[in-house]
């Protein structure tokens, strides 16, 4: 059985950075894409960013190209969302996920991901 356990959510204020963590265990770590997606309410669960097995591959949705960035420590099986700039619509509960099949390409698309974390808020606002 495969744990996804994401942290480090929590209120900031428009401008302000935040580092969500997301650390894996049950499963061989390395050999996985790992994904960052986020549910603003009343809306579907969009793609933020992903990280290839290799760490040598990132993708990032438009919305936030140039303020996030996405990172991995094998050793730790532990990947990372630095966000900076944060902006009111970045306001989501955080969710990291494994994708299904080991050593393939990025895939952005919610399907593809096997385990998923239990969510982390992140709050932007005055």
């Known amino acids: 059985q495969v744990q996804m356990v994401d942290s480090g959510g929590g209120l900031v204020q428009p401008g302000g950075s935040l580092q969500l963590s997301c650390t894996a265990s049950?499963?061989?770590?390395?050999?996985?894409?790992i994904g960052w997606f986020r549910q603003a309410p009343g809306k579907e669960r969009e793609f933020v960013t992903a990280?290839?097995?290799?760490?040598?591959?990132?993708v990032y949705a438009d919305s936030v190209k140039g303020r996030f960035t996405i990172s991995r420590d094998n050793a730790r099986s532990t990947v990372y969302l630095q966000m900076n700039s944060l902006k009111p619509k970045d306001t989501a509960v955080y969710y990291c996920?494994?994708?299904?099949?080991?050593?393939?390409?990025?895939?952005?698309?919610?399907?593809?991901?096997?385990?998923w974390g239990q969510g982390t808020q992140v709050t932007v606002s005055e």
């Open positions: 996920a494994v994708e299904r099949v080991p050593y393939g390409p990025i895939d952005s698309g919610p399907t593809a991901y096997a385990y």
């Open positions: 990280i290839s097995w290799s760490s040598d591959s990132t």
């Open positions: 049950g499963r061989t770590f390395s050999a996985y894409n």
